[in-house]
């Protein structure tokens, strides 16, 4: 497989440089055909509005689908963000976030059927059966659309981690909650990517994030384009191009795909010489068995903090916790010390950014 890393000079120039990258790759019609129906996978983690960089640019989006539309396929835009959700809610995420415009602006269409499917994985770490969006199965190839951010978890989120928005809200919840060893649920994370693979990856990493990510980091201008078939080389290629070790990434080091041999189609990553501040990561050590998982990170990780100022008191993060470890007070929601996992699915679905891990 091959890896494609360019610079451009802001969101104005992406398309050319997203054009230069499948090119190089082989051309668009070789990872899609023409006139198929075509679903993009962006990072849409909650409603917020692009300058921040949580969620994928709707003018990166808008350059894809414009590729796309060339060859007459019928694209189609999909994800599922963390937590409880409606048709209602998915239309504000849309809209905050800026990807409204890009459904008006050309042929694709937003995605607001919730429905869910399992896919079979006879072959997999951790499940033999994944629930996913049904959309997933009625489309002809998939193309995933990540953002180049940090995370407090697994350090790094990324090509293969974005297609986790795939399964359905809550349930993302719940596997926090039964595989609670940051192994294990980096392997579920695999299974799912390979459950439903995509055929082409293309990151925005023109505004990245770093530091507590992948919610209340700090957006960053790194002008990259990165772009492979290959979900698992394009994670390594951005982390080594922003100084983040592979052996810290659990997901890459879950895959054990960390000495790769990769080809690269125009620049390497030791020509971009960017250091993204990441934070530590992880849960409990891989021995620790995930019935112990909740006790033994009280040792490891602290609790998400509190800004009492920003919080509305919506209590969304109490229901996506995984564990009830959250209350709902008069000053908002209090964590539970022993009960919670430091998983941080509350501080990823906080809508007015009050919650924040360490």
Known sequence: MSVYIGRCKGYDDSERIIREGIKSLGGITHHTGKGQRVLLKPNLLKGASPEKAVTTHPDFIRAVVNILEDTGA?????????????????????????????????????????????????????????????????????????????????????????????????????????????????????????????????????????????????????????????????????????????????????????????DYTHLHPSRIGYSLDHPRGGTTPWWVPDSLGGVMSNFYLKRPSLNVQACTGCGRCGVMCPEDAITMGKRGPKVGW????????????????????P
């Open 74 to 262: 019928e694209v189609i835009i999909v994800d599922s963000p963390g937590g409880p959700s409606s048709k209602k809610m998915l239309h504000g995420f849309y809209r905050k976030s800026g990807w409204l415009e890009v459904e008006r602006e050309t042929g694709a269409t937003l995605c607001y059927d919730l429905s869910e499917t399992r896919v079979s994985l006879p072959h997999g770490r951790v499940l033999k059966s994944v629930p996913v969006l049904s959309i997933t199965q009625e489309v002809d190839v998939i193309i995933n659309l990540p953002k180049l951010k940090t995370h407090g978890l697994t350090v790094f989120t990324g090509a293969v981690k974005n297609m986790y928005g795939v399964v359905p809200g809550l349930t993302k919840a719940a596997f926090h909650g039964k595989y609670r060893g940051i192994e294990r649920f980096s392997e579920v994370i695999l299974d799912i990517h390979d459950a439903v693979p995509p055929a082409l990856s293309v990151m925005d990493g023109i505004l990245a994030l770093e530091g507590a990510g992948p919610a209340n980091g700090t957006p960053v201008e790194l002008g990259l384009v990165l772009a492979s078939p290959d979900a698992y080389e394009l994670d390594i290629a951005a982390c080594l191009s922003c100084g983040i070790p592979l052996n810290r990434v659990t997901t890459i080091r879950a895959a054990g795909h960390g000495d790769r041999k990769i």
């Open 338 to 357: 022993w009960r919670c996992i430091r998983c941080y699915c509350c501080v990823e679905v906080c809508p007015e950014d009050a919650l924040s891990s």
